[in-house]
């Protein structure tokens, strides 16, 4: 039976939020140890979380702890292309090949969002809910780096059809599987695509030509008390961007003067902070001390 081949590009460029021109994705999310605790605890006491490093001929400020906090990951772990509310409509190098389109029409069982903070009777229409346990202490690890989704695959000519609402002509539909990672109201959400289907199949990915420049920015850290975050700590040198740009941070503070709104920021455990706003940094390390 003959075939065709399908490939799926994709890339976000979020440089305009500010952000990255090729934006990836990996998240992590599991349990702080006792262990680990403590360890976090002494390295905050002791001034010593972060230390100098070196990459090249550029030297930084970076957190063996905080990079290894993306091996915790015992309830969930994914890498592909980051986006916001499921846009998945950029390709600008053209590397698609123009025989498919995306079904986004109804629930999606390839889709999941992934909560924290829940009820009991949670559900999502779109598609299913994960949700992270409560109990103890959980932390979310997010770090962006250069990835520009690329998945591909050989299906059989017959396997095309119509859909009037999309095109006239013989396409493959396919689905895309993109989570939903969902802080609650007051911190937002964002999403990462991770594969495609086709017909139940999954593409596969070609990492090798996802790579871009093999860039690995940042990571950040978020520490959930009874799932709601409590702490927010970061790995960066220089002024957040999307997903976790200032702009877009506005937590409850529980221990920051509210603003008019009732608001206020969550001060980032980060090196930019430390030398950009020492009280700060000062008083988001005392808060975390006291919850630990």
């Not at 520009?148 to 000519?157: K, L, M, N, V």
């Not at 950040?220 to 927010?232: F, K, R, S």
Request: aromatic content about 14%; some cysteine; hydrophobic content about 35%.
């Amino acid at each position: 039976m003959e075939k065709e081949k399908v490939v799926v590009a994709r890339n976000f460029d979020s440089s305009s939020y500010p952000g990255i021109q090729n934006h990836g994705v990996e998240v992590s999310i599991g349990c702080l140890t006792g262990d680990k605790t403590e360890l976090l605890k002494s390295l905050l006491q002791n001034e010593s979380l972060f230390k100098e490093m070196s990459y090249g001929f550029n030297s930084f400020q970076g957190s063996s702890f905080l990079n290894e906090l993306m091996d915790v990951n015992e309830h969930y772990h994914k890498q592909g292309m980051i986006t916001y509310e499921s846009e998945l409509n950029e390709d600008s190098e053209e590397l698609s090949t123009d025989n498919w389109n995306i079904n986004d029409y109804g629930a999606n069982n390839k889709a999941t969002k992934v909560v924290f903070d829940w009820k009991e009777d949670e559900e999502w229409d779109r598609g299913n809910i994960l949700k992270i346990p409560k109990e103890g202490l959980s932390v979310v690890s997010v770090r962006s780096e250069s990835l520009y989704f690329y998945a591909e695959g050989d299906f059989p000519i017959d396997k095309k059809s119509i859909n009037e609402d999309y095109s006239n002509d013989l396409r493959f539909y396919v689905q895309p599987g993109i989570d939903t990672i969902w802080f609650g109201s007051d911190f937002g959400d964002f999403n990462i695509l991770h594969s495609v289907y086709f017909d139940g199949e999954e593409l596969d990915r070609n990492f090798e030509k996802e790579e871009c420049s093999g860039d690995i920015f940042y990571s950040t850290h978020l520490l959930l008390q009874d799932g709601i975050i409590v702490a927010w700590l970061a790995t960066n040198n220089n002024p957040h961007f999307f997903p976790f740009g200032e702009e877009a941070i506005r937590l409850r503070s529980f221990y920051n003067a509210a603003d008019e709104e009732g608001r206020s920021s969550l001060p980032c455990i980060s090196p930019y902070t430390r030398v950009n706003d020492p009280e700060a940094y000062e008083a988001a390390v005392k808060s975390l001390l006291e919850k630990l």
